[in-house]
């Protein structure tokens, strides 16, 4: 493999443009999304602690990608076969050693304004909660034993992290307490972040296989792995309507039956494309559209539920 040095061989726009390929934008959604979310379930929304949640989440998201990236490039995980987006380090784009830097550059953004914030909303037990998905973005496919390849713990990380954690996180740093609604969003939200893993492990059950790698995927086999999707994306429409139905939403939160359109189009194609890695590259970017389109509903449901209620949608900034 040959690596082209970027200060040496390109200007610094295409080198932006390949850094930014390297973060993976479609993805970085599955970090902001129930941030929002968490902030609208509080009730009490604040500008500050908002965004600083935003700029951690996708910081965490952005470097846990990059150092995705340069384990699996140095690894030999990324071989030729694959199918999807060309990788910095296994595409030789990018040296791996300035892959890793980039990598821990936008965790330790993340460690620094997840600090501030932490201390600013005097939440203590965040410190532990983010330190942990410190340790998660890195160790994903980092370290001796990758969870990434072990099956279910990298699904089960990926709704702890990208679900419930963040959910509740951003409700709790808005300083008025976590309501109940926040749980059954941060569920609801979790098994959507889970079905964006699975479609990605779904394209690649192949070269995962072939590479080691014994994701949940490739432990359950195309046809059992193309149901559990099938149920993420299902569960993530039925646990809200439930919520409304037990009587613990209000029913302002069935707007995110407005998500099932959205989900026709991955349904349809992970049920005509069995074990085609080709036939299945849009399905990434198709889940990742039914994520955002689901966590824009329930956030914008929970901020409808409060003005009906006659609650102020405007609060100060901190």
């Known amino acids: ?5 970027a200060a040496s061989r390109r200007g610094l726009g295409q080198a932006a443009r390949i850094w930014w390929m390297g973060a993976r934008p479609r993805t970085l959604g599955v970090g902001a999304v129930p941030v929002l979310i968490g902030a609208a379930a509080s009730g009490h929304a604040k500008a500050f602690p908002t965004v600083a949640a935003l700029i951690v989440a996708i910081s965490l998201q952005a470097g846990a990608n990059l150092a995705n990236d340069y384990f699996d490039g140095v690894r030999g995980v990324d071989s030729p076969a694959r199918v999807g987006p060309r990788r910095l380090t296994a595409g030789g784009l990018m040296p791996p050693g300035a892959v890793l830097g980039a990598s821990l550059a936008c965790l330790g953004v993340a460690a620094v304004i997840g600090v501030w914030l932490i201390l ?19 160790l994903y496919t980092g370290g001796p034993r990758p969870y990434a390849a072990t099956g279910v713990v990298a699904d089960l990380a990926v709704f ?21 609604r926040t749980w059954w969003a941060a569920v609801a939200i979790g098994l959507a972040a889970v ?29 059992r792995a193309r149901r559990v ?9 039925v646990v809200p309507v439930a919520g409304v139905a037990a009587g613990r939403l209000p ?28 036939g299945l590259a849009p399905l990434l970017p198709l889940t990742v559209r039914f994520h955002l389109f689901a966590g824009v509903l329930l ?16 609060h100060p900034l901190w």
């Open 1 to 5: 493999m040959t690596v082209v040095p």
């Open 120 to 138: 600013a909303s005097g939440l203590a037990w965040l410190l532990i909660a983010g330190a942990a998905a410190l340790v998660a973005a890195l």
């Open 160 to 180: 702890a992290f990208f679900g419930l954690m963040a959910t509740v996180g951003s409700a709790a740093v808005q300083g008025a307490g976590v309501p109940e």
């Open 195 to 223: 079905a964006v893993l699975d479609a990605n492990n779904l394209r690649d059950l192949d070269s995962d296989a072939a590479a080691g790698r014994h994701t949940l995927a490739v432990r359950l086999g195309d046809r």
């Open 229 to 237: 999707y099938a149920a993420l994306i299902v569960g993530t429409v």
């Open 251 to 278: 029913a302002v939160l069935l707007a995110v039956l407005l998500a099932i359109p959205v989900a026709v189009g991955p349904l349809r194609l992970v049920r005509r494309h069995s074990g085609d890695a080709r």
């Open 299 to 314: 956030a914008a449901a929970l901020l409808l539920a409060d003005l009906a209620s006659g609650s102020p949608l405007a």
